[in-house]
Each structure stands twice: as C-alpha cells, then as structure tokens.
C-alpha cells in the first residue's frame, strides 16, 4: 500500500490522442514530482512542484503538460506523443522539494504510445 | 549536468552469497539516497547517508559513503530470494536536483 496513488496503471493511446495521468498523496507533503523510467535508462526527472508552484521542468517536450491543483493532486495531460514516450511515468512526493528527504513514489502508469 | 555512475548493472547470484553494488560520481556529493524496485513495483526509499565515511545497517544490508563523499556502496549479506530488484543510487551535490543512477537489477537463484 503506498501514500501515492496514480491512475491509470496502464495506458495504450495513439499518437493524435490526448489522454492525462493523475497522481495524488496522502502524505500530507508539499513537493510532487513526475520521474520516466525507459528500459536500460537512470530515471529522469521531469517535473518538480512546491507548494504548487513549479521549480522545474527538465527540458521536457510541449506534448507533456503538468499541472498541479493543490499539494495533494498532480496531473500530466499528454498530447500528440511519439512512440518513443512509451515509458513507466513515475509520480512522486516529498516533504518538500530540498533534496534532503526521502521520495515516496506511486506505483507508475505504464504508457504505450501506438 | 551530475551525473552517478553504478556498477554492476547486473548481477546474479546464488541464495547466500553476498552481493555489492558501487555508486561513484566525479564532484562531492552533499547526501546520497538508496532504493530498491522490486519486479514490476515501484521504487522504495532505503536509506540515506549524509555524512563523510557513514556507516548504516538495516538487517543484511550495509550501506557506506565514501571519505571523500564521492562514492558509495550497497553490501547484502547471505542474500534471499527476496532481495531480489533493482537497486538504485540517488544523489546530489549542492542545490542540484536528486540524480538517480541507472540501477543494479539482482537476480537470486535459489
């Protein structure tokens, strides 16, 4: 059972698609993240939020678009995506966004983009 | 940009040997994070050291940083089946952003 809960867990969608994955904790933290996990590749951050504020965005293309409502909910709209973004999408939370503490990551949303 | 290099990127052993996996990066690190991915999970947070030469012991498992804070390592002791999973290193120097290395996936045969 994990404080970070992501829907779907799996996704199949085509490239003119548009389809959102959403992320929520119940940890009470104030940072979230969105992490991509490619086969035989580290982990990539994407996207960092702090008290609901963005603080980063790692050079990510357009066709992902973040948002984030309040601390406890974040959501990636994906649109027009390529073959290539097929991926495990990793959402995750911390205290806040200093790098000092432990993440807390949801389960992932498996995507494949046909 | 930091990067963290580990190695190996695989390893397979039998149930009681032991196992290590190194995290070395080329720029001091302020604090480095350990995780494991079990197949087909998520990662889970496992510890973190902060301090120059720390060491840390969960059960089996010995977790070092590096004198100089460049380095770290992962140590099982006797492994399980259960130890089974990817095990990553995380890091960051100064006000960079927590960067993960690429992973030593365990495979346990019993």
């Known amino acids: 059972e994990t404080g970070v809960t992501q829907t779907p867990r799996h996704l199949v969608m085509g490239m003119t698609n548009k389809k959102s994955l959403k992320c929520e904790q119940h940890?009470?933290?104030?940072?979230m993240y969105w992490y991509k996990q490619s086969a035989k590749k580290p982990l990539e951050l994407m996207f960092v939020?702090?008290?609901?504020?963005?603080?980063e965005n790692n050079s990510v293309p357009s066709r992902f678009s973040p948002e984030c409502p309040n601390s406890s909910h974040l959501f990636l709209h994906l649109h027009t995506l390529q073959p290539e973004d097929s991926a495990l999408y990793l959402c995750?939370?911390?205290?806040?966004?200093?790098?000092?503490?432990?993440?807390?990551f949801g389960e992932g949303s498996r995507l494949t983009v046909l | 940009g930091q990067q963290v290099m580990q190695i190996p990127q695989y390893q397979h052993v039998q149930e009681g040997e032991d196992f290590t996996t190194y995290c070395n990066s080329s720029?001091?690190?302020?604090?480095i994070q350990w995780y494991k991915q079990r197949p087909g999970g998520h990662p889970v947070f496992l510890i973190q050291?902060?301090?120059?030469?720390e060491v840390k012991k969960q059960k089996r498992l010995t977790f070092q940083f590096g004198e100089a804070k460049k380095n770290s390592s992962l140590h099982i002791t006797a492994t399980q089946t259960t130890d089974v999973g990817t095990y990553f290193c995380?890091?960051?120097?100064?006000?960079?952003?927590?960067?993960f290395g690429k992973g030593t996936m365990l495979l346990v045969s019993p």
């Open positions: 940890l009470g933290h104030n940072a």
């Open positions: 050291l902060v301090k120059s030469g």
């Open positions: 995750a939370s911390s205290q806040d966004s200093s790098n000092t503490g432990e993440l807390f």
């Open positions: 939020y702090n008290f609901k504020e963005q603080t």
């Open positions: 720029t001091t690190l302020s604090n």
């Open positions: 995380a890091a960051n120097s100064g006000y960079s952003t927590l960067t």
